[in-house]
């Protein structure tokens, strides 16, 4: 998918956050997310030998915290000048439970674009699918399969 201005923007915003912000090895990404209204909240990686949270998932929470609704666009962009880097598999998954629909910019700095989240996943996994009946404690049967 072809990059629009806003999605310039973005890469922008995330840019000057990693700019800004990191410069330890405890913030080393940095991420600005869009919502379908036009707002951005970005977020910085919390490095921990234990799996601190990405970038991403800390912009998530931001956006969570102000009361976003939808993210239409998210992009991670790394420190000392690294640019835009593409999201770790968790961050897929989050990305992809959380918001189906969300775009996210990846490539190289001459051939950047904003894809589905769908298309970073090859065999996407939904979480939601796979949740335990409260009921019964067994998963609950997807329509038109044996239960």
Same mark, same amino acid.
């Given at each position: 998918?072809?990059?629009?201005?806003?999605? =310039?923007?973005?890469? #922008?915003?995330?840019?000057?956050?990693?700019?800004? =912000?990191?410069?330890?090895?405890?913030?080393?990404?940095?991420?600005? /997310?869009?919502?379908?209204?036009?707002?951005?909240?970005?977020?910085?990686?919390?490095?921990?030998?234990?799996?601190? $949270?990405?970038?991403?998932?800390?912009?998530?929470?931001?956006?969570?915290? #102000?009361?976003?609704?939808?993210?239409?666009?998210?992009?991670?962009?790394?420190?000392?000048?690294?640019?835009?880097?593409?999201?770790? +598999?968790?961050?897929? #998954?989050?990305?992809?439970?959380?918001?189906?629909?969300?775009?996210?910019?990846?490539? $190289?700095?001459?051939?950047? =674009?904003?894809?589905?989240?769908?298309?970073?996943? $090859?065999?996407?996994?939904?979480? /939601?699918?796979? #949740?335990?009946?409260? +009921?019964?404690?067994?998963?609950?049967?997807?329509? +038109?399969?044996?239960?």
């Amino acid at each position: 998918m072809t990059m629009r201005d806003t999605d =310039r923007a973005l890469v #922008q915003a995330a840019t000057a956050v990693a700019k800004l =912000r990191c410069r330890s090895d405890n913030h080393t990404v940095a991420a600005a /997310a869009r919502t379908v209204d036009g707002r951005v909240f970005t977020g910085v990686n919390v490095y921990h030998f234990t799996g601190g $949270p990405c970038a991403e998932v800390v912009a998530v929470g931001a956006a969570a915290t #102000q009361g976003a609704g939808e993210l239409e666009t998210i992009v991670a962009v790394g420190d000392r000048g690294r640019g835009v880097i593409p999201p770790c +598999g968790r961050c897929r #998954q989050v990305l992809l439970d959380y918001f189906p629909s969300i775009r996210v910019i990846v490539g $190289p700095a001459d051939a950047l =674009r904003a894809v589905p989240v769908a298309e970073l996943l $090859p065999t996407e996994y939904v979480w /939601a699918d796979h #949740q335990i009946d409260a +009921g019964v404690g067994i998963p609950a049967p997807r329509e +038109g399969t044996a239960g």
